[in-house]
């Protein structure tokens, strides 16, 4: 039932993202590291917005907290910020070239970024540094790749 209705796949899809959220990088890359969890949900709210909504944001979002070892909700928060624009003009924006759809991405990512060290600071007193803004340029860059790989995968497994 999962496979044939597509569920399956969709949430594998979530898992990865998730555990490259965590796996270990070399030193040099680790500030690099793309947003992976943000950048598969806005693949799938482009792609399948009927199927892919606030509550699944909503939850990834809280599953991210934890995973993270964060306040319980900043991700959930920051999360479901990124998602609105993107749901409501997922028409337009699938319309837009890789590249412009890339840029629309990494300032999704900024906000999103943003977000989450705003509310780290106010909670935890967190500290700016510059690095923390390095996954909104590897985002943006790796964005066309992610794109066509999640379609493939999105065709391939017959995600509608």
Partial sequence: MWIKAGLFPLLLSYVLAMVLMVMPLPAFLEPW????????????????????????VLILGL????LMGSVFGI?????????????????????YSLTQQALIVG?????????????EHVLNDAVFLLPYLYPVIS??????WIYLVMRKYRRRHLIR
């Fill in 63 to 66: 599953l991210a907290d934890i």
């Fill in 75 to 95: 991700y959930a928060i920051a999360l479901l910020l990124i998602a609105y624009p993107t749901v409501r003009h997922y028409q337009r924006i699938r319309n």
């Fill in 107 to 119: 300032l999704l990512v900024l906000v999103k970024r943003a977000v989450v060290y705003e509310l």
């Fill in 139 to 144: 985002s943006a860059i790796i964005w066309p």
């Fill in 33 to 56: 590291r793309p947003d992976w969890l943000s950048l598969v949900i806005i693949y799938w709210l482009l792609a399948i917005p009927h199927r892919v909504g606030f509550g699944t």
